[in-house]
C-alpha cells in the first residue's frame, strides 16, 4: 500500500484508504457482488497485516462487498490481533458515489472502470451516479467525524480514485485509479489540517 510507512508523529487520527485484495476474474451473469478474493488477493491482504503489526490500527471500515470484507479478515488474520471491524455502504455496495445501484449497473456493463472515473471527475452526469465533489464532501464529512484514532478503510477502485483527486487537486482522476491493496493516506494534524498522501504525490488542505 502506498505510503504505509509514512508516520507523522503529530497525528491527531491516521487513516489508511485502500482498494480490497486481487480477486479472481468477473464471469458473465454472475453476481459480481459476491467475487471472492483470489489465492493472491488472500495471502496479500494477509501479508499486509504482517507489515502494519507494529503499527497501531484501532478500527476496520470496510464495503460490505464480499471481497472487501475478505480483504479486512486476512488482514486482520496478519495483524495478529483482534480489531474492531464493521461494513458500511460509504464504501461500496453502492458507495458515497451512487445513489441507484439499478440505474448505475447498465453504466458498468457499457462503460469500462477508467472511463466512469473520468467522465465523473469531468462532472459529466451519469444514470445513477452522484456528483463526485459533493459526494467526496460527503466522505470527507464522514472521515471527520470519526474520532481520533488509527483505521483501515477497505474499498473500491471508483471511490478511492475520485476522492483521492478531489483530495489532491491535480492531475486526472485516473490517474489515482488503485492497484489491489493501493490507497491514499490521509493524517489530521493539528489545527484541522489534512495531510493527504497518495504514490508521489501530497496535499494540505482544511479537513473542516
Known amino acids: 500500500m502506498s505510503n504505509s510507512n509514512i508516520i507523522n508523529e503529530e497525528s491527531t487520527k491516521r487513516i489508511y484508504l485502500l482498494r480490497h485484495g486481487n480477486r479472481r476474474d468477473f464471469r ?101 451516479f452522484m456528483n463526485y465533489k459533493l459526494s467526496s464532501s460527503i466522505f470527507l464529512q464522514f472521515l471527520n467525524e470519526l474520532p481520533n484514532g488509527n483505521y483501515l478503510l477497505v474499498s473500491h477502485d471508483i471511490v478511492i480514485a475520485l476522492f483521492t483527486a478531489f483530495c489532491l487537486q491535480k492531475g486526472n482522476a485516473s490517474d489515482f485509479n488503485p492497484d489491489f491493496l493501493e490507497g491514499p493516506q490521509l493524517n489530521w494534524l493539528n489545527f484541522d489540517n489534512l495531510l493527504v498522501q497518495f504514490k508521489n504525490k501530497s496535499n494540505l488542505i482544511k479537513s473542516s
Not at 459480481?32 to 495471502?43: C, F
Not at 495478529?80 to 456493463?109: C, D, R, W
Open 28 to 128: 458473465i451473469g454472475e453476481n459480481t457482488n459476491a467475487v471472492p478474493l483470489n489465492s493472491e488477493g488472500k495471502k496479500s491482504s494477509y501479508d499486509l497485516g504482517l507489515r502494519f503489526n507494529e503499527q497501531k490500527i484501532d478500527v476496520i471500515y470496510s464495503s460490505p462487498i464480499f471481497r472487501c470484507i475478505e480483504t479486512a479478515r486476512y488482514f486482520t488474520k496478519g495483524y495478529g490481533k483482534k480489531i474492531p471491524m464493521y461494513s458500511t455502504e460509504i464504501l461500496g455496495g453502492p458507495s458515497i458515489y451512487i445513489h441507484n445501484i439499478k440505474q448505475a449497473v447498465p453504466v458498468f456493463q457499457q462503460m469500462s472502470t477508467i472511463q466512469i472515473i473520468n467522465s465523473l471527475y469531468e462532472e459529466k452526469k451519469l444514470p445513477g
